[in-house]
């Protein structure tokens, strides 16, 4: 069976919700419910993909319904989850990391594997209290922890997440901004270190008091999210088709918020040869 991974690097903030209640946030992002990772679900990113291709085919066209489905048939295109690969963390040490864990890495793998892409390189795996980079040494400080650094060849990782992003000097700079953690550690941060933003509606009269305040949770831009798009054996073709709609404009809208600017994702695709190949 033909199949792809996208890769969705966040252009700007995401609020890919759950649209209910936890604690004090009114509307967290959606998570994993085993790992407490930030996921885009499959429902809510093929629901994304179909309204793209709508905008450029038409709501009813045949290409749209053969790909997409409608109520009493199934499509062509499987859909999977978007997870979570790289997470960007503000470094007290210098610019900003992205951080993985390899829990996610080896993750990664297996879903290469199962799209017929070829196997990603060995998995750094780092004590606790330690972060493997590229290069340097003393302590990497995330937030308000910090990290021994452990150097580690992290170049053929690199080299396997580099599909996954469009922007080349984006992809440069993955070398110096790649830090690898813990899966307990990185979970700390999927959890605790998103943004959390105060939204207002105000009363449309003269006092302009707040009618209704509530707390929503985003996922900073630049972050790199990715899924599988798998197509039914018999209709392989389909894939291409839906490729096609990102050639001029690689930009995708998932999630909430569209109308603030938030959910925009730049689009990269790594076309397999199918699974068992």
């Known amino acids: 069976?033909?199949?792809?991974?996208?890769?969705?690097?966040?252009?700007?903030?995401?609020?890919?919700?759950?649209?209910?209640?936890?604690?004090?946030?009114?509307?967290?992002?959606?998570?994993?419910?085993?790992?407490?990772?930030?996921?885009i679900v499959g429902s809510s990113l093929k629901g994304a993909l179909r309204e793209r291709a709508e905008q450029s085919w038409g709501r009813e066209a045949e290409r749209v319904i053969e790909m997409f489905g409608k109520p009493e048939a199934s499509g062509a295109v499987a859909v999977t989850d978007a997870r979570l690969l790289l997470l960007p963390v503000r470094s007290l040490s210098g610019h900003y990391k992205w951080i993985t864990c390899p829990y996610l890495l080896e993750r990664y793998i297996r879903d290469r594997l199962m799209a017929g892409a070829s196997v990603s390189p060995d998995i750094p795996r780092p004590q606790s209290n330690q972060a493997v980079l590229a290069g340097g040494e003393g302590q990497l400080f995330l937030e308000e922890l910090a990290f021994e650094i452990v150097n580690g060849n992290l170049a053929p990782v690199i080299e396997?997440?580099?599909?996954?992003?469009?922007?080349?000097?984006?992809?440069a700079r993955l070398s110096e901004g790649l830090a690898v953690l813990t899966d307990d550690e990185f979970v700390y941060f999927s959890r605790y270190g998103l943004a959390v933003n105060a939204r207002n509606i105000l009363k449309k009269d003269d006092t302009k008091t707040s009618e209704n305040l509530w707390y929503e949770e985003t996922l900073p831009p630049d972050s790199l999210?990715?899924?599988?798009?798998?197509?039914?054996?018999?209709?392989?073709e389909t894939?291409?088709?839906?490729?096609?709609?990102?050639?001029?404009?690689?930009?995708?809208?998932?999630?909430?918020?569209?109308?603030?600017g938030q959910g925009w994702c730049v689009v990269s695709w790594l076309t397999t040869g199918g699974a068992g190949q």
């Open 160 to 171: 396997s997440i580099k599909p996954l992003i469009y922007h080349n000097t984006v992809c």
């Open 1 to 39: 069976m033909k199949s792809s991974i996208i890769g969705l690097l966040a252009e700007t903030s995401l609020h890919p919700g759950t649209g209910q209640t936890t604690g004090v946030v009114d509307l967290p992002v959606a998570r994993e419910a085993a790992t407490g990772y930030p996921v």
């Open 239 to 260: 894939m291409d088709g839906l490729q096609e709609l990102f050639q001029d404009r690689p930009y995708l809208q998932v999630g909430g918020n569209e109308t603030v």
């Open 225 to 236: 999210f990715y899924a599988l798009l798998i197509a039914r054996p018999e209709r392989e």
